[in-house]
Each structure stands twice: as structure tokens, then as C-alpha cells.
Nanobody, 115 residues
Framework: QVQLVESGGGLVQAGGSLRLSCAAS????????MTWYRQAPGKQREWVAG???????NYADSVKDRFTISRDNPKKTMYLQMNSLKPEDTAVYYC?????????WGQGTQVTVSS
């Protein structure tokens, strides 16, 4: 049974930082690309960043140079370091893994950035 559990969200002032974690279980973590998505109130869920099993990363333009995605394969955990946060980064952040048969999502963690 695949499980993804996000943590690390919270309330932060603009310009601050947060580090999100996504702990995986029930999956051969190291072979899969892992991704972060976010969904702001009243908006569609959007892709934020992705990282391959080998550590190749990719970012949405809106977060490039501010967010850093990383992973620790032995710990089966993915991270999102978020710096220089802006009010428009306020959203529920989700991690996702896409296998050959199914897309698995975590329950999400709320990030709120106050101005």
C-alpha cells in the first residue's frame, strides 16, 4: 500500500522560508520521479517542481530560483525548500508519484504566506 505523507507547512511572513517534506512508503522510492503540486483557493492544482530518481530537477517558472527540490532515497523522503516566500505562494502543497498503473497523492500540507 503506497502512502505519501506531507509535513512542514505553516504560516510565515512574506520573505520567509519553509521546508516541506514528503515521506513515502510502500513503493520503490528511488526509481520514481517525485513531484510537488500546489492548489490555491479557487484555482486549479498546478505543478511546482519535479525530481527524477537520479536527482535531475525541474521547476515552474513561478518558483525557479526561490524553491529547491531534493530527495533522500534511503529515507524515502522528498523535500521542498521554499525561500523568499510570497503571498501568492499560499496554497495547499501536495506530493505525487506516478507509477505505471496509478498516480498517488499525499493529503497535502497548508502553506500560508502573510504580507
Amino acid at each position: 500500500q503506497v502512502q505519501l505523507v506531507e509535513s512542514g507547512g505553516g504560516l510565515v511572513q512574506a520573505g520567509g522560508s519553509l521546508r516541506l517534506s514528503c515521506a513515502a512508503s510502500g513503493i520503490a522510492f528511488s526509481i520514481y520521479t517525485m513531484t510537488w503540486y500546489r492548489q490555491a483557493p479557487g484555482k486549479q492544482r498546478e505543478w511546482v517542481a519535479g525530481i527524477t530518481g537520479g536527482g535531475v530537477t525541474n521547476y515552474a517558472d513561478s518558483v525557479k530560483d526561490r524553491f529547491t527540490i531534493s530527495r533522500d532515497n534511503p529515507k524515502k523522503t522528498m523535500y521542498l525548500q521554499m525561500n523568499s516566500l510570497k503571498p501568492e505562494d499560499t496554497a495547499v502543497y501536495y506530493c505525487k508519484v506516478a507509477t505505471s498503473t496509478y498516480d498517488y497523492w499525499g493529503q497535502g500540507t497548508q502553506v500560508t504566506v502573510s504580507s
